[in-house]
T-cell receptor
Framework: GAGVSQTPSNKVTEKGKYVELRCDPI?????LYWYRQSLGQGPEFLIYFQGTGAADDSGLPNDRFFAVRPEGSVSTLKIQRTERGDSAVYLCASSPASGRAGSFYEQYFGPGTRLTVT | DAKTTQPPSMDCAEGRAANLPCNHSTISGNEYVYWYRQIHSQGPQYIIHGLKNNETNEMASLIITEDRKSSTLILPHATLRDTAVYYCIVRRGYNNNDMRFGAGTRLTVKP
């Protein structure tokens, strides 16, 4: 079956511009996660959705970052007034449910979107 | 969550066992040890997790010391495709929603 897909695979934008990154989770997965990975480092948690609502957005670095999941499926990560420091690979993952349900659910990651801010 | 320490890099000969160590000396009783790996240009992939007993699946074995302060991920017969960064993560219960990845260990399997 289809895995997690992310579009675009690469995005180059100028400093100060607005960008949207899209994530299509595995069909039926209720939990969706966004991570950011800078060169040479491990992924850094940004936000996680359970259904349509953001259950934990404690990893968003500042108010320029926002994410939505209006119908509980596709999610969009939005970055306003981009800065060069935002350049990274943005990873999305999904799982059948949240681990807070009391069982382990593996996170399945997409290939990421490489964002470059010039 | 408990902090983990891993060597930055390791080499392994193809066909031999790869033993990747992780130190988590401050782990608490309800924290699980999770292992993920990330092959170049791909997203991380779950490998295995455990609480206190040793675990084995089709990908790897996880050996956790009796005091739970350290663990070892074992790839029994490493192949070139196992070259990747391996992350050891400690999380409370099954609450792995917001995984905190460190820098991991870069394993290079050599022919």
């Amino acid at each position: 079956g289809a895995g997690v897909s992310q579009t675009p695979s690469n995005k180059v934008t100028e400093k100060g511009k607005y960008v949207e990154l899209r994530c299509d989770p595995i069909s039926g997965h209720t939990a969706l996660y966004w991570y950011r990975q800078s060169l040479g480092q491990g992924p850094e948690f940004l936000i996680y959705f359970q259904g349509t609502g953001a259950a934990d957005d404690s990893g968003l670095p500042n108010d320029r970052f926002f994410a939505v999941r209006p119908e509980g499926s596709v999610s969009t990560l939005k970055i306003q007034r981009t800065e060069r420091g935002d350049s990274a690979v943005y990873l999305c993952a999904s799982s059948p449910a949240s681990g807070r349900a009391g069982s382990f659910y593996e996170q399945y990651f997409g290939p990421g979107t490489r964002l470059t801010v010039t | 969550d408990a902090k983990t320490t891993q060597p930055p890099s390791m080499d392994c000969a193809e066909g031999r066992a790869a033993n990747l160590p992780c130190n988590h000396s401050t782990i608490s009783g309800n924290e699980y040890v999770y292992w993920y790996r990330q092959i170049h240009s791909q997203g991380p992939q779950y490998i295995i997790h455990g609480l206190k007993n040793n675990e084995t699946n089709e990908m790897a074995s996880l050996i956790i010391t009796e005091d739970r302060k350290s663990s070892t991920l074992i790839l029994p017969h490493a192949t070139l495709r196992d070259t990747a960064v391996y992350y050891c993560i400690v999380r409370r219960g099954y609450n792995n929603n917001d995984m905190r990845f460190g820098a991991g260990t870069r394993l290079t399997v050599k022919p």
